[in-house]
C-alpha cells in the first residue's frame, strides 16, 4: 500500500463497553447514598465469572492502538481482549457524571442512574462535568480517535454512556456505524469512514 493510499484510508474505530461491574445495582438507598455508591461504582473491577467475547477479542487483535478510560472496570476490560499489549489509557474516555437530583424518597441504584442521567442532560450537573462540557470532552475525544486511527485500527473500552457521545461527534466528521453491537456489557460498535478526507459537511 502507498503512502498516499495509506492516508487517505485510516483504520476502523471500535469502541466497546466495559463488562459487568462488581456492584450490585439493586440495591436500595437515598441520593445520598447514591452518590456513595457512585463513587464506589468508579472504584470497583468487573464481577468475577466474566469471559470477554471471541469476536470482541479479535477486533481488538486487529488494532494497531488500544484505549482505555482510566477507570478500573474499562481496564480490566481491555486487558481481558488485549492480549497482554500496551493499552493506553487517557481520562478523556470516563463517563460522563450522574449527579442525583436531591429528592426524597429510597430507590434501587439503577433508578437513580435514570434519575440522574435525566436530571444531568436537563442541565443539573450539581457542580460537576456539565452536559456541554461532556459534549466538548467528546469531541476532542473522537478526534483523537481519528488522529490514532491514521496508523491503523483503534480499539477503545470506555463507558455505555460517553460512548454514545462519541457517535454525533464521529457523524460529523464522516464516520459511520457499519456494525452496531448495541449498548450492553461487553458491546461495541464499529466505525469506519465513508466521507473523503478534507471534504466539509
Not at 493510499?5 to 450490585?24: K, L, N, T, Y
Not at 455508591?37 to 486487529?62: C, F, K, N, V
Not at 436531591?102 to 442512574?113: D, K, L
Request: charged share 25%; net charge positive.
Amino acid at each position: 500500500m502507498t503512502e498516499t493510499s495509506a492516508s487517505s484510508a485510516p483504520g476502523q474505530i471500535v469502541i466497546a463497553r466495559h463488562g459487568e461491574p462488581d456492584a450490585d445495582r439493586y440495591e436500595r438507598m437515598t441520593w445520598r447514598g447514591y452518590e456513595r455508591w457512585w463513587d464506589a461504582y468508579d472504584e470497583a473491577g468487573l464481577r468475577a465469572g466474566q469471559s470477554a467475547p471471541a469476536p470482541l477479542i479479535a477486533e481488538t487483535r486487529q488494532a494497531q492502538s488500544i484505549f482505555a478510560s482510566t477507570l478500573p472496570r474499562a481496564i480490566a476490560t481491555a486487558e481481558a481482549c488485549a492480549g497482554g499489549r500496551e493499552i493506553a489509557l487517557d481520562s478523556q474516555y470516563v463517563e460522563a457524571p450522574l449527579p442525583p437530583p436531591q429528592m426524597p424518597g429510597r430507590f434501587q441504584a439503577r433508578t437513580w442512574g435514570a434519575f440522574a442521567r435525566c436530571s444531568w442532560w436537563l442541565g443539573h450537573a450539581r457542580g460537576r462535568e456539565t452536559r456541554p462540557q461532556a459534549e466538548r470532552r467528546a469531541d476532542a475525544a473522537a478526534q483523537a480517535l481519528i488522529d490514532a486511527a491514521q496508523a491503523g485500527p483503534v480499539s477503545l473500552f470506555a463507558h455505555g454512556w460517553f460512548n454514545r457521545m462519541l457517535r454525533p461527534a464521529l457523524a460529523r466528521r464522516g464516520w459511520v456505524c457499519v456494525r452496531d453491537g448495541g449498548d450492553t456489557y461487553w458491546a461495541w460498535r464499529r466505525y469506519e469512514l465513508k466521507k473523503p478526507l478534507g471534504s466539509r459537511s
